[in-house]
């Protein structure tokens, strides 16, 4: 049986993820152009008789392929967020799997933001009985602030209630 939020219309839904620059093209790339150059400096290393740096510089490419592939781990996790008009959903996925979901009413949730002057929305939460609940953390400031006023906007919709059409 299906509950009463599968049944009304979704006025907003939005999954954020983390945003990766490096592609895995680029990974590949970085990791060839870094090893070779490690491997080059560390022949030279070798042949002045300083063996020991040679190792050094094949440590130095096993630590950047782990921190990048624990960053690219870090990716899977994400934010759902969905509001209807009777209720805003929060939910969050870790990058291992563990889930943690809010159900909300919209009509008494307010969104509030911490500004920073120097960089804008520093921080986006929703507060409802004196509890804060961090949302969009994953974006930057000008991406907080645009998701801010989508996100208003659709609990501004969600308090007046549904819009019924009449047909004559």
Do not use: C
Not at 7 to 20: D, G, N, S, V, Y
């Amino acid at each position: 049986m299906a509950d009463n939020n599968e049944l009304e219309p979704t006025i907003f839904a939005a999954t954020i993820t983390p945003h990766r620059s490096l592609g895995s093209v680029g990974f590949v790339v970085l990791m060839v152009v870094f090893g070779g150059v490690s491997f080059l400096a560390g022949i030279a290393f070798l042949m002045m008789g300083a063996w020991p740096v040679f190792g050094f510089f094949g440590l130095d490419v096993l630590i950047l392929y782990w921190a990048l592939r624990l960053n690219y781990r870090h990716a899977a996790a994400y934010e759902e967020i969905k509001v209807t008009a009777s209720a805003l959903t929060v939910r969050k996925v870790s990058h291992r799997g563990h889930v943690r979901e809010w159900l909300l009413n919209p009509l008494w949730v307010k969104l509030d933001r911490e500004t920073t002057e120097e960089f804008g929305i520093a921080r986006l939460f929703l507060v409802t009985r004196g509890r804060e609940l961090t949302v969009a953390s994953f974006l930057g400031p000008a991406e907080r602030a645009d998701f801010a006023a989508q996100l208003g906007n659709a609990l501004a919709q969600a308090r007046r209630g549904p819009v019924r059409t009449v047909l004559h």
